[in-house]
């Protein structure tokens, strides 16, 4: 009965929360955006938490993946990740606060939570808030960091475009 009561909490708290949010600045709804707008805003947000945090030994991965309801209407999403092993410029506590600062000016609703579960124990910025799944479109954004490491990742929504025009190299000339 606890464990339905938590599940229940967490669906609407992920669904409630982000409708309550006050954002300085519109976004476009993600259905409204394009791939390169999508990747712009996630880049965007990785390079003002970079600035944040600390400024080098960065190692980026991303992906485009396909979330098409159908063969007529298709679609994707960009899971971007970045980690940072080397020694922090700063107390991670600090680094979290600057962070958290960079992405409210980017129109994020932001929680900051320390779980010491995790080996080695780590502030974690997120939006929608820590351990309640994604937004409904399937968003989130997160950034740990640790005594030694930091982690970024984004996911973005679902939005229109072409799995293969995006995945596949560039012709030689």
């Known amino acids: 009965m606890k464990r339905i009561l938590a599940l229940l909490l967490a669906v609407f708290l992920t669904v409630t929360l982000p409708a309550c949010s006050s954002r300085d600045k519109p976004t476009p709804k993600a259905s409204e955006m394009t791939p390169e707008e999508i990747r712009a805003q996630i880049e ?14 960065w190692e980026v991965s991303d992906s485009w993946t396909d979330c098409s309801d159908g063969p007529s209407r298709p679609r994707v999403n ?13 107390a991670p506590a600090d680094l979290i606060t600057h ?9 994020h609703d932001v929680t900051v939570e320390r779980d010491t ?37 984004a996911y973005s929504a679902c939005v229109p475009g072409d799995i293969f025009q995006l995945t596949s190299p560039e012709p030689t000339p």
């Not at 600062?101 to 980017?106: G, N, Q, V």
């Open 78 to 90: 960009l899971l971007f990740a970045a980690s940072r092993t080397a020694p922090l410029p700063g």
């Open 117 to 153: 579960n995790l080996t080695p124990p780590r502030w974690i910025l997120s939006d929608p808030p820590y351990l309640t799944g994604s937004y409904p479109d399937g968003s989130y954004y997160t950034l740990d960091i640790s005594e030694s490491a930091i982690y970024f990742r």
């Open 44 to 57: 965007d947000l990785y390079q003002a938490s970079v600035a944040a945090t600390a400024a080098d030994g």
């Open 99 to 107: 962070a958290r600062t960079a992405w409210k000016e980017r129109g």
